[in-house]
């Protein structure tokens, strides 16, 4: 059987958070396959400057069998809600990854919930993705 490629922070989505209120973003969207699973170890890559001060954003993911109507994952299991990755005045590079049971689907994509003060021009965000992926 032939290996599988590592793909590192691909299908990057960058962009910034002005005038987002108590509003999501939406990173982009990974094919994990149809008949057979295309894509393992998945996680987001995530790069947050949350310049103001007082804004929250959480990453939190989505799956659909369509590539249109996606539904979110609910958090895992021992951990039930999606915590902050940055609230305001600071620059992180997180890792995520995505909730058990989202290789039961088609697509995925990771959202970056944006919630306490509105963003400005300096709050910019990357969503990439790395995984490996199989040959068939």
């Known amino acids: 059987m032939p290996a599988s490629t590592l793909r590192f922070n691909a299908h990057i989505v960058t962009g910034t958070l002005n005038t987002v209120s ?14 057979f699973l295309k894509v393992e170890h998945l996680t987001a890559y995530l790069i947050v ?14 799956a659909s069998n369509d590539g249109t109507t996606f539904k979110t994952l609910q958090a895992q299991p021992h951990c039930p809600v999606n915590l902050p990755i940055a609230t305001g005045a600071e620059n ?8 058990k049971g989202i290789e039961g ?3 995925a994509r990771c959202m970056l919930a944006v919630a306490g003060a509105t963003g400005a021009a300096a ?12 040959p068939c």
Do not use: C, H, M
């Not at 709050?123 to 199989?134: K, T």
């Open 49 to 62: 400057t949350a310049a103001t001060s007082s804004i929250t954003v959480t990453p939190y993911w989505q």
């Open 105 to 107: 689907y088609k697509y």
């Open 92 to 99: 992180v590079t997180e890792i995520v990854p995505p909730p």
């Open 22 to 35: 108590n509003a999501s973003v939406t990173g982009g969207t990974l094919f994990l396959g149809g008949t």
């Open 123 to 134: 709050d910019l965000y990357s969503i990439g993705y790395s995984y490996r992926q199989n």
